[in-house]
C-alpha cells in the first residue's frame, strides 16, 4: 500500500512535480544516494516525484531495498525508462505507480547469477546454500513483476532462464511500462541529475 501524500497546510499550493535523473549501477553507494535525494525532496513536501532511470542493474538486495522505500513514501512516483532498464532495475521501475517508457528504450530481464570476485572452492554444502540464495531472490523478483506489472507467473518463471530484452512496445504489452511517452518536464520543476564516478560514489 502506499502511504497517504503529506497534508500541505490550508492554503498553501502545491509544489511542482521533482524530477532526478539516476543512471548508475544498483550499488550500496548509489543506492544510499538515491535514497536520500528522494527523501530530501519528501520533506521538502513534494508530492510527486519523477524518476528518470537508466541502469544495467547490479545488486539484488540493493534494488529491493531502493523499491520498498520508494513505495512506502507518502507520495506519487512516476518512473520513466530514458535509456535501458536492465536486470534488478526494471525492479526500481516497478516502484511507481505511473510507469512510462520513452521511445526506443529498453527493457532485460534475465535469471539471478551467482558472482564471485576470487577464485572459490564450492562444495555440495555450498553449492546448495548458494542456489538457495539465487532462488529466493528470483522468488522476490518474480512476487513483484507479478504484483506489480500482473505478469503471469509461468511468463516470469521463464524470464529467469535467459535473458529477455524487450522494447518499450512489448514492455506495455506486458504490463511492465504503462505507456510509451516521452519525459517533458515543466518550467520551474527542480530537476536533480545524480552523477557518480567508477566506483559508484558521487
Known amino acids: 500500500m502506499i502511504n497517504p501524500p503529506i497534508q500541505l497546510p490550508l492554503g498553501q499550493q502545491p509544489r511542482p512535480p521533482a524530477f532526478i535523473s539516476f ?5 550500496p553507494q548509489t543506492t544510499e ?3 536520500n535525494a ?6 521538502q513536501a513534494f508530492q510527486h ?28 512516483l512516476t518512473t520513466h525508462n530514458v535509456g535501458n532498464v536492465d536486470s534488478i532495475g526494471t525492479v ?14 529498453t ?16 562444495y555440495e554444502r555450498n553449492l546448495k546454500e548458494r542456489l538457495a540464495s539465487v532462488q529466493a531472490d528470483q522468488e522476490r523478483i518474480k512476487a513483484i513483476y507479478c504484483d506489480r506489472a500482473g505478469i503471469d507467473p509461468e511468463v516470469a518463471e521463464r524470464f529467469f532462464l535467459g535473458e529477455s530484452t524487450i ?34 560514489g558521487m
Open 23 to 27: 543512471s548508475a549501477e544498483v550499488v
Open 33 to 35: 544516494v538515491l535514497i
Open 38 to 43: 528522494v527523501t530530501n525532496f519528501v520533506n
Open 49 to 76: 516525484i519523477h524518476l528518470l532511470l537508466s541502469t544495467p542493474g547490479g545488486s539484488v538486495m540493493h534494488g529491493i531495498t531502493i523499491y520498498n522505500v520508494l513505495r512506502g513514501l507518502p507520495i506519487k
Open 92 to 105: 526500481i521501475y516497478l516502484a511507481g505507480e505511473e510507469r512510462y517508457a520513452c521511445p526506443q528504450t
Open 107 to 122: 527493457f532485460m530481464l534475465h535469471g539471478v547469477a551467482l558472482t564471485t570476485t576470487t577464485p572459490t572452492q564450492f
Open 167 to 200: 522494447n518499450a512496445a512489448d514492455a506495455v504489452k506486458s504490463g511492465i511500462a504503462h505507456d510509451i511517452k516521452s519525459v517533458s518536464i515543466p518550467a520551474g520543476s527542480p530537476v536533480l541529475q545524480l552523477v557518480f564516478n567508477r566506483q559508484g
